[in-house]
């Protein structure tokens, strides 16, 4: 009994440490728990690397990965770390994992993927890495919203309309999927030209989503 409270007790520093970004209270609670899981999870279903993910902490997350903590580990809901860093909008953490080979088209429970959250975010900067790395741009969570979509829905003008300009965006989509992405193209163009602007185009963009016109 004893032991499982020691252990419980170290996670809960462990994923402490992590949160707060202190790698070297993070390296103290490692040397004081030989043996110890980096890949259990608190009561929250989070692991140490998850949280470190979280809030954008590359050196724990570094070190993490390092001493052996599995970078595809997902937390209950199916959240591995690259698609928390992705969330997040944590480009040097995503940079990272990606080096490590993390799974970039692992997805969640519901069918999100690490660059379907970034859109959904407006992190620009990371569904351009994301993409640059080989991220299926077009793979959709259940129901069939695609990146593309979503980025359209929350007004992302930015980045929907990088993924229209990506090469291949447009394939594999649902009817809505193409009718937005035809829009996406039409809207792009004219904010290049200055016919619209920006704060303009981003409510025009939200209003024919949402009444479908």
Known sequence: MGSCVDAAVLLDRLIEASRSGNVQMVQLVLASGAGMDLDA??????????????EGH??????LCEQGADKDKA???GATPLWIASGEGHLDV???????????????DDGSTPLWIASQNGHLDAVR?????????????????????????????DVARFLCEAQGAEKSFSLLGRIIWMRCTSL?????????????????MHNRVRTGR
């Open 188 to 204: 792009a163009s004219r904010v290049r030209t200055g016919t619209m602007g920006t704060s303009l185009a981003g409510s025009y």
């Open 58 to 63: 590359l050196e724990v997350v570094h070190f």
């Open 94 to 108: 995503v940079h990272f994992l990606c080096e490590q080979n993390a799974d970039k088209d692992k997805a969640t």
């Open 129 to 157: 890495f994301l993409c640059e790395q080989g991220a299926d741009k077009d793979k959709a969570m259940d129901g069939g919203i695609t990146p593309l979509w979503i980025a359209s829905q929350e007004r992302h003008l």
């Open 41 to 54: 999870v608190n009561g929250d279903g989070a692991t140490a690397l998850s949280i470190a993910c979280e």
């Open 75 to 77: 937390v209950d809901d």
